[in-house]
């Protein structure tokens, strides 16, 4: 049913589109000529707060705990792999493969888990975690901001943060 | 001063003024000046109270300023400073709903309708008022962006991040549950 076409429908004899449509709210007087020097105060103030300290803890949620966790576990497969290597007979290839994760810096490892997450295993990304599901770490107020922000939780108490985690 | 929406200012001159770190404080100035009213009665439709109201609107243009670094222009201005609306105003209402049991909502929205000095609508307003209030929060978005605003479905499927038929089903419940108050509770 094509309800837009029908509106004369929708509107006949209707309590809706009988009325003026307002809602009968109104604003204080003179509140639109002072809102722009109230924002650009409370702009300002935000400005000035001082940086949080650089290590400030904080809890990451299972999902950003996870991509640290399964970096770790393949930096320690990575470093653990080539004595018993020979031992358990891998392949050529393998033993390449290995010696190119040798190669990855742990900015580059994180990096990857973080950009590819959706397409880890979740049960893989919870094992590795073992019985830690929050991690330390230190981070600058603009990445915090923005984490916080790209999961709805900037508005959040640090308590109701931890109680959530 | 009461709610009137207004014609959607054009775009690109703001836009302009944004790209240059020179004059990005001039673009977000004029920015602020041509949507503070339409997102107020944007929002106020939303949470009701004018004091809440510019709570929430203050909060929307913070991060309007902090992400319109970001802002990638895959929509148009106007839609995107709504979407930001309409997440704050739509977070307040949550945290507001956790400080009260649903079944008081309806009798809370009614005392504080007839406590609120900046309310001035006449009966069949008050009414219209209630019935909205008994609507889901994303219902009674859509409704009002429909209705008050006379938003294209398209505008609002940008806001709200839903196909048009799905907006058109909700706006067309929405109608008819409103209705089906006044029916029941004029007296």
């Given at each position: 049913m094509n309800i837009e076409n029908n509106r004369s429908e929708l509107e006949e004899g209707s309590f809706l589109f009988q009325h003026?449509?307002?809602?009968?709210f109104k604003a204080p007087e003179g509140y639109f000529d002072t809102f722009d020097a109230r924002l650009t105060e409370r702009l300002q103030t935000e400005q000035e707060q001082p940086k949080a300290s650089s290590a400030r803890v904080v809890w990451l949620s299972p999902r950003y705990a996870a991509a640290a966790a399964v970096v770790l576990l393949l930096l320690s497969v990575a470093f653990w792999q080539p004595w018993t290597a020979s031992v358990e007979g891998k392949t050529m290839a393998e033993n390449s493969a290995i010696e190119a994760l040798q190669e990855v810096s742990l900015e580059e490892a994180e990096a990857y888990v973080l950009e590819h997450?959706?397409?880890?295993d979740e049960e893989l990304l919870m094992a590795s975690m073992g019985d830690e599901v929050n991690l330390s770490k230190d981070l600058s107020e603009e990445e915090l901001n923005q984490y916080l922000e790209d999961e709805g939780l900037?508005?959040?108490s640090d308590e109701e943060l931890e109680q959530l985690l | 001063m009461v709610d009137s929406p207004t014609a959607p200012n054009p775009e690109a001159k703001i836009l302009e003024l944004l790209d240059s770190k020179m004059t990005f404080e001039r673009g977000f100035q004029l920015l602020v000046q041509q949507y503070k009213e339409r997102l107020y009665w944007h929002i106020r439709r939303m949470v009701v109270q004018h004091a809440d109201t510019d709570d929430v609107l203050q909060n929307t243009f913070i991060k309007v300023y902090k992400g319109l670094p970001k802002?990638?222009?895959?929509?148009?201005l106007y839609t995107w400073l709504y979407r930001i609306a309409t997440n704050e105003a739509l977070t307040f209402l949550k945290k507001q709903r956790q400080n009260h049991s649903i079944d008081d909502e309806d009798l809370a929205l009614s005392r504080r309708l007839k406590a609120d000095q900046y309310f001035e609508g006449d009966r069949a307003q008050r009414l219209l008022q209630e019935a909205l209030a008994t609507l889901p929060d994303k219902q009674r978005l859509v409704f009002n962006m429909r209705y008050?605003?006379?938003?294209p479905y398209k505008d609002i499927a940008s806001v709200v991040d839903t196909s048009v038929g799905a907006l058109k089903a909700s706006y067309h419940h929405a109608v008819k549950k409103i209705e089906s108050y006044v029916r029941d509770n004029a007296r």
């Open positions: 003026p449509r307002e809602s009968g997450i959706e397409e880890f900037e508005n959040l | 802002f990638k222009r895959q929509s148009k008050f605003e006379e938003m």
